[in-house]
C-alpha cells in the first residue's frame, strides 16, 4: 500500500470518530434537557396553589355525654370536626341554661343542683382554624326526671274489730325532687319466703310466733323507681288467746253455765281458763272453760264477772260480763 493511500485511510477513520463523539454529546443534551424540565414540573407540582382560598373546617358530629341530664351532675359534650386544608381546629363553647349565659367555656358543665325537671340547657360550639371560623352547632337536653327516694320505713300494728292484733300496716316515707306525687310498691317476706300482691298491709294470721318479717319498698314517681329500701327483720312475738264465745241467758231455774270457748292465733295448745271475779260458788274448769254456777234466792242482784284464758307463754285475755239474779226469773245481761 502507498504512502498516500494509508494517508486517506487514517483521515476517515479520525472523521469517523470525530462524528460519533459529536452525536453522543448531542445526546446527553438533549436526556439533561429533559430531565430539567421533569424537575421543574415536579417542583411546580409540590409547591402549594397560592390561589386556592382557605376552606373554613365544619363540625360533623355534637351529642352529650350521658344522655341524660341531672341536677348536680355533670354533661360534657363531645364534637367531631373536619376541615379540609388539614389545618389544626380549636372549638369555642358557648352555653346557656335557660336562655341565660353559663359560666363553663369549655366541653364540660357542672349542671347546678337547684335545677328541676324540664329546664333546658343549650351548648353552642364553633370550630376555627385560625384563619376562618365554621358556622355555630347548637344542642340542646333538657334536665330528666329525678327518681323518688325512700328516707325510712314504718311498721304499725292495727287491731281488729274485737281489739286484737289484727295486722300490720307499713308507712314509708319517701321524697322526689320534682315534687312529683308519690305512689309505692311492696313485698313482705315472712321466714325468707316472699309474699307478693299484699299492699302495704299484712295480716297477722296465719302467722305464727316466732315468724321473722321484713317488708322491701319501692317508691314510684310514674316515670322512675327509687332503689328499694329494706326494713330490718322482725320476729313476731306471742300473742295473747282470743275468747270467741259470749255468755248464754241464765237458766230459769238459777243455774247458770258458760262453756267458754278460745282460740289462739299462735297454734298454742293447753290454755288455762281462771276465774278472776264473780259471784260466791261460781267456779270455772280450768281445762275446758265450762263455767258454772247455781244462782239463789240470796243473789239477788246484779253480779260482775271477769274470766282470764292464759297460753301459759304471757299472752292472757280477759272477758268481763254482768249475771244479773231477780226475785221471780233470773236473768244475765
Known sequence: MTNSKIARNRFRLILLTLTSIVIACGDDSQQ???????????????LPDLNVANRPPTITSIRFEPARAMPGKQLRVRVA?????????????????????????????????NLRKGDRIEVSVIASDGKA???????????????????????HVRGDENGQMGQWIADPIAMDPDGDEITFR????????????QGGELARAPRKRGDEIE??????????????????????????PDIDSRPPPMDPSGQFVYA?????RDGDRGLRYTLRQGPDGMKIDAFSGELRWQAELRHAGEHIVEIAVDDRHGGVTT???????ATGPASQQ
Open 133 to 155: 371560623n365554621s358556622g355555630p352547632a347548637v344542642q340542646t337536653i333538657l334536665i330528666g326526671n329525678s327518681r323518688p327516694t325512700i328516707q325510712e320505713i314504718q311498721i
Open 81 to 113: 370536626t373536619a376541615d379540609l386544608d388539614r389545618d389544626p381546629v380549636k372549638l369555642g363553647y358557648t352555653w346557656k341554661i335557660n336562655g341565660r349565659r353559663a359560666a363553663s367555656s369549655n366541653s364540660i358543665l357542672e349542671i347546678p343542683s
Open 260 to 264: 267458754v270457748s278460745a282460740s289462739d
Open 186 to 197: 311492696y313485698s313482705w317476706i315472712v321466714n325468707g319466703r316472699r309474699i307478693d300482691g
Open 215 to 240: 317488708l322491701v319498698v319501692w317508691a314510684m314517681d310514674g316515670e322512675s323507681e327509687s332503689a328499694p329500701l329494706r326494713s330490718a327483720p322482725f320476729r313476731i312475738g306471742n300473742s295473747a
Open 32 to 46: 439533561q434537557a429533559e430531565s430539567s424540565s421533569e424537575s421543574r414540573a415536579s417542583m411546580t407540582q409540590s
Open 319 to 325: 272477758q268481763t260480763f254482768y249475771v244479773h239474779v
